[in-house]
């Protein structure tokens, strides 16, 4: 069985984790979360990074950051994993979803606006796919209506929009190191902060409450309750696992990408055909290779090529169900605007193998079972689809 994804380890995981072990400091903000921190903010230009315990916990801390209070409204798409909105949901937001763009699943900029009300906070671009959003727009709204905002870039590390990195670009951006990211970390992620008067509260909110780094820092003479906060902080054997990763950060990102392009250079018959739709990269942005999908032509045939496919070895998975027609999301959210994309689009969408490690032997193996798949539906384009 080809599986859909094997979190990635370089080999000095171990090694590191170890190493943790003999300078009795596995907790939080040891040396290797220290270490983790400063290489994202030099990689991506950051004006301070703090790795926590999930991307979930880095979007509870912008929303915080963020004053969210009872009966704020924040706009996302509702094509997105739960965290995007549970983390505003907690503080009492309303989560006002708006439709897709087709091409890139992103949150389709030019129908923001028209969601914004006097309630309205708090716009939360999420980067599909690793694939920026149309931030250009996004933030010239925001600036209008003096909203804030919050970039999930869970899938977007090392991912860039006109050569900035993804997670720098509004207020807060958010980072996921779980095992089914590009780096990972088991469960893990970072929160990106633009502007330094955030920095100091982001810090107490993630101690608990507590002006603990301002102690270590010998700022303070003794540390104290503060604020409202949680234990956000991971623990630094995590970190450990993680910095054998960001060590090898460009190595594993080329790996991927040469996985990526091979899908799709194997992949073009298919759409030429238009048996399937393919990926959309515009130019403005660079993508890394989070994710490689495909459109089919609806929700029947998915099933029916999910199936074949698992019949044959391969482990193919679709994505999120749109959080508006959860029924959760349809009881602390509302989707403004027609459903045109969201639904349909994700009904269409099934995402291959792709991971650190996968064999180029394996990639064509899958490219080659679907064009089989494909053959088997559409007996006289055999030749075509086999050149």
Same mark, same amino acid.
């Given at each position: 069985?080809?599986?859909?994804?094997?979190?990635?380890? /370089?080999? *000095? +995981? &171990?090694?590191?984790? $170890?190493?943790?072990?003999?300078?009795?400091?596995?907790?939080?903000?040891?040396?290797? /979360?220290?270490?983790?921190?400063?290489?994202?903010?030099?990689?991506?230009?950051?004006?301070?990074? @703090?790795?926590?315990?999930?991307?979930?916990?880095?979007?509870?801390?912008?929303?915080?950051?963020?004053?969210?209070? $009872?009966?704020?409204?924040?706009?996302?798409?509702?094509?997105?994993?739960?965290?995007?909105?549970?983390?505003?949901?907690?503080?009492?937001?309303?989560?006002?979803?708006?439709?897709?763009?087709?091409?890139?699943?992103?949150?389709?900029?030019? !129908?923001? +606006?028209?969601?914004?009300?006097?309630?309205?906070?708090?716009?939360?671009?999420?980067?599909?796919?690793?694939?920026?959003?149309?931030?250009?727009?996004?933030?010239?709204?925001?600036?209008?209506?003096?909203?804030?905002?919050? +970039?999930?870039?869970?899938?977007?590390?090392?991912?860039?929009?006109?050569?900035?990195?993804?997670?720098?670009?509004?207020?807060?951006?958010?980072?996921?190191?779980?095992?089914? *990211?590009?780096?990972?970390?088991?469960?893990?992620?970072?929160?990106?902060?633009?502007?330094?008067? %955030?920095?100091?509260?982001?810090?107490?909110?993630?101690?608990?409450?507590?002006?603990?780094?301002?102690?270590?820092?010998?700022?303070?003479?003794?540390?104290?309750?503060?604020?409202?906060?949680?234990?956000? =902080?991971?623990?630094?054997?995590?970190?450990?696992? =993680?910095?054998?990763? @960001?060590?090898?950060?460009?190595?594993?990102?080329?790996?991927? !990408?040469?996985?990526?392009?091979?899908?799709?250079?194997?992949?073009?018959?298919?759409?030429?055909?238009?048996?399937?739709? @393919?990926?959309?990269?515009?130019? +403005?942005?660079?993508?890394?290779?989070?994710?490689? %999908?495909?459109?089919?032509?609806? @929700?029947?045939?998915? /099933?029916? &090529?999910?199936?074949?496919?698992?019949?044959?070895?391969?482990?193919?998975?679709?994505?999120?169900?749109? =959080?508006?027609?959860?029924?959760?999301?349809?009881?602390?959210?509302?989707?403004?605007?027609?459903?045109? %994309?969201?639904?349909?689009?994700?009904?269409?969408?099934?995402?291959?193998? =792709?991971?650190?490690?996968?064999?180029?032997?394996?990639?064509?193996?899958?490219?080659?079972?679907?064009?089989?798949?494909?053959?088997?539906?559409?007996?006289?384009?055999?030749?075509?689809?086999?050149?």
């Amino acid at each position: 069985m080809i599986k859909f994804n094997i979190p990635p380890f /370089t080999g *000095k +995981e &171990l090694e590191y984790i $170890e190493e943790t072990i003999k300078n009795n400091k596995i907790c939080g903000d040891g040396i290797f /979360t220290k270490k983790c921190n400063k290489w994202l903010e030099d990689k991506f230009n950051a004006h301070k990074a @703090l790795l926590t315990t999930s991307c979930t916990h880095a979007l509870e801390m912008a929303a915080i950051l963020s004053d969210i209070k $009872e009966g704020d409204e924040v706009i996302m798409p509702s094509y997105t994993f739960v965290s995007t909105a549970d983390a505003f949901v907690g503080r009492g937001a309303k989560i006002i979803f708006v439709d897709i763009r087709p091409d890139t699943m992103n949150i389709d900029e030019n !129908l923001i +606006e028209a969601a914004i009300t006097d309630k309205t906070k708090v716009i939360v671009p999420v980067h599909y796919a690793g694939v920026a959003c149309e931030m250009d727009k996004i933030n010239e709204i925001a600036k209008k209506y003096n909203l804030i905002v919050v +970039e999930d870039a869970a899938q977007g590390v090392m991912s860039e929009y006109k050569g900035k990195a993804l997670g720098t670009l509004g207020e807060f951006g958010c980072y996921s190191f779980h095992e089914t *990211k590009n780096y990972s970390m088991g469960e893990g992620g970072a929160l990106l902060i633009k502007d330094e008067k %955030y920095v100091e509260r982001a810090e107490i909110i993630r101690e608990k409450g507590t002006n603990r780094s301002r102690f270590f820092r010998g700022q303070v003479d003794k540390y104290t309750w503060v604020d409202f906060g949680s234990s956000y =902080l991971p623990s630094d054997m995590n970190a450990a696992y =993680l910095w054998a990763q @960001l060590e090898l950060a460009d190595k594993i990102n080329d790996d991927r !990408l040469n996985c990526w392009n091979k899908y799709y250079e194997g992949l073009q018959i298919l759409r030429d055909k238009g048996f399937i739709e @393919l990926p959309y990269v515009p130019d +403005e942005c660079k993508h890394n290779a989070h994710m490689f %999908y495909i459109k089919t032509k609806d @929700l029947q045939e998915r /099933t029916e &090529l999910i199936a074949y496919l698992k019949e044959n070895g391969i482990n193919a998975v679709f994505h999120y169900i749109p =959080l508006h027609s959860a029924p959760f999301g349809e009881k602390v959210g509302k989707f403004v605007g027609e459903d045109r %994309y969201t639904t349909k689009e994700s009904e269409r969408l099934l995402r291959l193998p =792709l991971y650190y490690g996968l064999s180029q032997d394996n990639v064509q193996f899958i490219i080659d079972k679907l064009k089989e798949f494909y053959i088997s539906q559409n007996v006289t384009n055999l030749v075509a689809i086999t050149k």
